[in-house]
């Protein structure tokens, strides 16, 4: 999800960010998919990627201030990765 979002460049196009949220709402889905993690790492990492659904909402907003404010509040949860996983 990180490399999408760093790749992502068309700040000023609200339809890109929707189109930004449909790739990162893929990831996000295989993550749940895949995840074979079991016991309290298992719980850390859905308690971590729940807050990216309300996020998402924001990056199909048709208001460029919304997305914006929505594309930034992702990079820094997804920074915050490393702070919670190895």
Not at 10 to 18: C, G, M, R, V
Not at 22 to 33: A, D, K, P, R
Not at 53 to 78: A, P, Q, R, V
Request: charged fraction near 20%; include cysteine; aromatic fraction near 12%.
């Amino acid at each position: 999800m990180q490399r999408i979002m760093h790749s992502f460049s068309e700040i000023e196009n609200t339809t890109a960010y929707a189109s930004l949220k449909g790739e990162l709402e893929t990831e996000f889905s295989n993550i749940f998919q895949k995840c074979t993690m079991k016991g309290e790492a298992h719980n850390q990492l859905h308690n971590y990627l729940k807050p990216m659904i309300i996020i998402f909402e924001g990056l199909e907003s048709s208001n460029l201030k919304t997305c914006k404010t929505s594309f930034k509040t992702m990079e820094n949860h997804l920074a915050g990765y490393t702070n919670y996983f190895e």
